[in-house]
């Protein structure tokens, strides 16, 4: 089960932080994604997580590349998605996903890839 939450309303250049609480799943061998979507198009993966026994590792669109840092644990139960420096653009309903296998993260671009998906969260960036 996933529960995302943190949107909100903020103005262009400002900060979001957004939680995705995960449970039931195994955070030695996990991938867990942030998506989002806007009306009329399709998901765009933003940002990955994935665990593997102790090792981490993180993965980013370009589109939010050194603008947002996802961080999380392999004891832990929740990844964070931390966006900094927001533009309008960024304004879309936030989904987090999760993939049994710390390979998904390699198939961000493909939200078939990851099969648990929590409720989104609205961030709206104001210019």
């Known amino acids: 089960q996933l529960q995302a939450s943190g949107g909100g309303l903020v103005q262009a250049g400002g900060s979001l932080r957004l939680s995705c609480a995960a449970s039931g799943f195994d955070f030695e061998d996990l991938s867990i994604a942030w998506f989002r979507q806007v009306p009329g198009k399709e998901r765009e993966g933003v940002s990955c997580?994935?665990?593997?026994?102790?090792?981490?590792?993180?993965h980013y669109a370009d589109s939010v590349k050194g603008r947002f840092t996802i961080s999380g644990s392999n004891v832990g139960s929740t990844v964070y998605l931390q966006m900094d420096s927001l533009k309008p653009e960024d304004t879309a309903v936030y989904y987090c996903a999760a993939k049994g296998s710390h390979l998904a993260c390699k198939g961000l671009q493909y939200a078939k890839v990851f099969d648990s998906w929590g409720q989104g969260t609205l961030v709206t960036v104001s210019s």
């Open positions: 997580f994935s665990a593997w026994i102790r090792s981490t590792s993180t």
